[in-house]
């Protein structure tokens, strides 16, 4: 049986709970989807074109996807390799280790922000040792990209963990038998196995990453990125000054996350 004829025969064996089904789904998107939508086709269309051409506003756009692209890159040179071991090793204390991977997610951001403050800041050997070298973290982008990396590298290294476990070793080692060597192996056989689950983890890292506010304003308030120019509109001038340029940074949000998740498909694809 095909797989349309399976799908076919279960929506005729069960009717109602097809219907059932279908008026949760329906729910569910429009909880999801429907407050967006709202926000975006109440705005006044002149606001909505001024937002668009606000300095700041571009400037905190820009800002948000330049500190999340650094974000994911770095999550990519560290959480990969860590990805690789939690999927092929075992050690002790592994357990506790990607439930601690799992932590930044759990925890509310502010303390998150308040917890990186305490280590990058220049009262801690490590934001003095990086103060000497010309970087700060305080009000900086590069406090911006750390608070986004630590939030959000727990989506690359589970997807990368995942994605290495689908990997089947004997691929690796009939490579090897053909005289490969061990990074030839990791980068010709076991990386490209696994990029489906490594772009999606990407993906989703980076846009966490450029929706983060919590850590992001404790740590860095100035510069701001778009979520804090969004709650400083709205603390500042309230709801009808910040409604424009949330539903300009939902535009840009959603234009660029859908051609990501496009590219995610096609990868998958290929």
């Known amino acids: 049986m095909t797989d349309q004829a399976a799908t076919a025969s279960w929506y005729a064996a069960a009717p109602s709970r097809t219907v059932v089904f279908w008026t949760a789904a329906g729910l569910a998107l429009m909880f999801l989807i429907g407050p ?19 300095r700041a506003v571009i400037n905190a756009i820009a800002l948000s996807i330049v500190a999340a692209t650094i974000a994911t890159g770095l999550g990519a040179v560290v959480g990969i390799p860590l990805g690789f071991l939690l999927a092929r090793r075992r050690f002790g204390g592994k357990a506790i280790i990607e439930g601690l991977i799992d932590l ?26 990086f103060s000497l070298l010309g970087i700060h973290f305080a009000s900086a982008t590069s406090g911006i990209v750390i608070a986004m990396l630590f939030v959000s590298a727990p989506f690359l290294i589970n997807a990368a963990r995942d994605g290495f476990q689908t990997v089947d070793p004997r691929l690796e080692g009939v490579a090897r ?53 969004i709650y400083d509109r709205f603390e500042g001038y309230g709801l009808n000054a910040a409604q424009p340029v949330a539903a300009v940074i939902v535009i840009v949000s959603l234009a660029i996350f859908a051609a990501l998740r496009w590219a995610n498909t096609r990868s998958r694809e290929m």
């Open 36 to 54: 967006l939508l709202k926000l975006v086709a109440t705005s006044d269309p002149h606001g909505l074109a001024s937002a668009f051409v606000d």
């Open 177 to 229: 038998t053909l005289g490969r060597g061990p990074w030839s192996v990791f980068f010709g056989v076991t990386m490209p196995l696994a990029r489906p689950a490594l772009v999606s983890g990407a993906v989703m890292m980076w846009a966490r990453a450029l929706s983060e506010f919590g850590a992001v304003v404790v740590l860095a308030y100035y510069p701001m990125t778009a979520p804090v120019l």
């Open 104 to 129: 930044p997610v759990v925890i509310p951001h502010p303390i998150a922000g308040i917890a990186l403050l305490f280590v990058f800041g220049r009262g801690f050997f490590v934001g003095h040792a």
